[in-house]
């Protein structure tokens, strides 16, 4: 009988946790120094997956970004993700949305698997990719962890 009772125990710990969803959380606005671009949305996370270390789920992340730049200068949103790799590091990988039209705001949606970590960071500058001092300078907004 103890060894039953043992058995099922066992096999019990094994299984993953209910899984949770976190709800659909709204995001922003986020503003560029200066405010020449604004950023805000949603942000909603699948199921979490707490069979790794650390946890982690697929993002779904909508939006819009606002540009109020003149001449050539454009609006930039830069997200941060971190994800869980097959070798189980955690490396980033940036995702940019940009839009030069100070007449309507650009509509954005995009999904990653496998996400720890979501952080923005809102720009105003020229050039097609993020500068350095877009990415290095001030501070990351932190939009989604999971725990």
Known sequence: MAMFVLATLTAAAL???????APST???????????ATA??????????????????TIRVTGTLRDRTRGPSCALAVFRITHLAGDGSLPFTH??????????????????ARV?????????????????????AGT???LYASS
Do not use: M, N, Q
């Not at 299984?15 to 969803?21: E, G, I, K, V």
């Not at 709204?26 to 020449?36: D, V």
């Not at 995702?95 to 990653?112: D, L, N, P, V, W």
């Not at 923005?120 to 350095?132: F, H, I, N, W, Y």
């Open 15 to 21: 299984l993953p946790l209910t899984p949770s969803t």
């Open 26 to 36: 709204a995001w922003g606005p986020h503003h560029a120094p200066g405010g020449k």
């Open 40 to 57: 805000t949305g949603r942000l909603s996370a699948g199921v979490l997956d707490t069979r790794t270390t650390p946890p982690v789920a």
């Open 95 to 112: 995702k940019t949305i940009r839009t030069c039209s100070s007449r309507t705001a650009h509509r954005f949606t995009f999904t990653r």
């Open 116 to 136: 720890f970590l979501v952080e923005l960071k809102v720009c105003a500058e020229t050039g097609r990719t993020p500068s350095d001092t877009c990415l290095y």
């Open 140 to 142: 990351w907004k932190s």
